[in-house]
């Protein structure tokens, strides 16, 4: 199974990772809680990890307008 890095709020694909490239331990998923896992690693159809973090751009939108995390999409 692949590991697919997502961006939380734009959903642009950031990154990933081949099945056997790492381990969760590695990855440092080990050190979540369970709601924070279930909250950030979710499985696709296909039974890869989707891995959901904020992109670049959505950190400065969210650093400037920390209000917009209320919103359905931070740019619209």
């Known amino acids: 199974m692949a590991i ?12 990933h990772i081949a099945d056997g490239q790492a381990t969760e331990s590695q990855l440092g ?21 989707v891995v959901k973090i904020t992109c670049e751009s959505c950190q400065q939108v969210l650093e400037s307008h920390p209000e917009r995390v209320m919103y359905p999409s931070l740019y619209h």
């Open 4 to 15: 697919y890095y997502v961006c939380r709020h734009c959903r642009l694909p950031l990154g």
């Open 29 to 49: 998923f080990d050190q979540l809680t369970p709601e924070e896992r279930k909250d950030i690693i979710t499985n696709d159809a296909a039974g890869n990890q």
